[in-house]
């Protein structure tokens, strides 16, 4: 399952993103994949945690739970994570506006858009 995170108050500048705006605890905004209805709360909801290198999400959707962990790494605008949980690398575009970030990804061939909104201490 692709990921997407939120990050500072400052949207994504001409240089694009650097790890230290992103980290966090965010929760489930929505989560598309390929040409599907966005899945939101209630129907699914998730957290995700980043620091500087690593994530952990956990998503609970109409299929049941989905968990998974591993490093991340953002330079610009491009997103790369990889699990540590599946053998699996996911990479796209990222973007970041005031305290909503959004992943999209594509993996096997398939589309996968996030939207995730950090959560205020």
């Not at 005031?98 to 996030?114: K, W």
Request: aromatic share 4%.
């Amino acid at each position: 399952i692709g990921i997407a995170a939120c990050g500072s108050d400052d949207s994504t500048g001409p240089s694009g993103l650097t790890p230290a705006q992103l980290v966090g605890t965010y929760d489930l905004v929505s989560l598309t994949l390929g040409n599907s209805t966005p899945l939101t709360p209630p129907t699914a909801t998730g957290v995700l945690n980043l620091d500087t290198t690593t994530y952990n999400v956990t998503l609970n959707l109409p299929t049941g739970p989905e968990v998974d962990s591993g490093t991340w790494v953002v330079s610009g605008t491009n997103w790369t994570q990889t699990s540590s949980v599946q053998d699996i690398q996911e990479a796209g575009t990222v973007s970041l506006s005031h305290d909503t970030l959004s992943v999209n990804v594509n993996v096997a061939g398939n589309e996968i858009a996030n939207v995730w909104v950090k959560e205020q201490p």
